[in-house]
Nanobody, 124 residues
Framework: QVQLVESGGGLVQPGGSLRLSCAAS????????FGWFRQAPGKEREFVSF????????YYADSVKGRFTMSRDNAKNTVYLEMNSLEPDDTAVYYC?????????????????WGQGTQVTVSS
């Protein structure tokens, strides 16, 4: 069992930046993938990015590529999502997730553990 806690969300103006954190605890290891997803009201959960814990390899959805960056801290079992050049369409609840197996990593159903989410609102 893995517990995930997101933090760092809030209200930001268009063009601004936020840094989200996801801290893992419980039965953790360094042999899995961390992903970020987001969900706006009335919309389905959307893939944002993932990072391979061992290799550090990252992958981003086209909608955020070049604006968002994932990173990891091995000692803290924590991943980060640096979000720059934020737009109103980025407004959503952002969820951290962990996949124990490398399967469908751009789909929510490919992940085993989920945090409760943190709200990001981009508005002037």
């Amino acid at each position: 069992q893995v517990q995930l806690v997101e933090s760092g969300g809030g209200l930001v103006q268009p063009g601004g930046s936020l840094r989200l954190s996801c801290a893992a605890s419980g039965r953790t290891s360094s042999s899995y993938v961390f992903g970020w997803f987001r969900q706006a009201p009335g919309k389905e959960r959307e893939f944002v990015s993932f990072i391979n814990w061992i290799s550090g390899t990252t992958y981003y959805a086209d909608s955020v590529k070049g604006r968002f960056t994932m990173s990891r801290d091995n000692a803290k079992n924590t991943v980060y999502l640096e979000m720059n050049s934020l737009e109103p369409d980025d407004t959503a609840v952002y969820y951290c997730a962990v996949a124990r197996r490398i399967t469908s990593l751009t789909r929510a159903r490919g992940y085993d553990y989920w945090g409760q989410g943190t709200q990001v609102t981009v508005s002037s």
